[in-house]
């Protein structure tokens, strides 16, 4: 009796896991740019750029582990980027996942030379610009801005 009482336990688990991975692909597939917001323009105080129709992307934090030897543990930061046009909207909305790995890198590897480099804002953005360019086919990223940036 146990033994079917564990069964049925592991069954409704096994149950309950399935349907939480069938719903969240099924809001993925419906909601596929989650993490990403259009803004044109409209921009609220934590930006910092004002232009006629500047179109403008924001990306959800970013959150990285700083190196253990640093007084810091982890540095928490959103960033913004402008957009040449709004073809370059459309691309990035397509390869966002792997924009979001690029990104990664780009502060992994800042966060792994110390928190000096980390400290550098300017050689950051300089270093996420390159590296999002690197990947855009149809225009590029003019200007990256923190609206968010946090070393803990």
């Given at each position: ?6 069964k049925?336990?592991?069954g409704?688990?096994?149950a309950?896991?399935l ?35 500047a ?17 810091q543990?982890?540095l ?13 909207y459309?691309?990035?909305?397509k ?13 992994d ?6 928190s ?37």
């Open positions: 009796m146990a033994q079917n009482l564990k049925l336990i592991a409704i688990a096994l309950l896991c349907s939480l991975v069938v719903y969240g692909l099924k809001q993925w597939h419906m909601n596929p740019g989650g993490d990403c917001q259009k803004v044109t323009s409209t921009l609220d105080n934590s930006a910092s750029i004002t232009r006629d129709s179109e403008i992307l924001d990306f959800a934090g970013f959150v990285v582990l700083l190196a253990e030897n640093e007084d543990a982890y928490s930061l959103s960033i913004s980027v402008k957009l040449s046009n709004s073809n370059v459309r691309e990035i909305e390869k966002k996942t792997f924009i979001r790995g690029v990104i990664y890198g780009v502060l590897k800042a966060a792994k030379t110390g000096a480099q980390i400290m550098s804002k300017e050689q950051l953005k300089q270093d996420i610009l390159d590296a999002v360019n690197r990947l855009l086919v149809t225009g590029i990223v003019d200007d990256v801005y923190f609206t968010k940036f946090l070393a803990v």
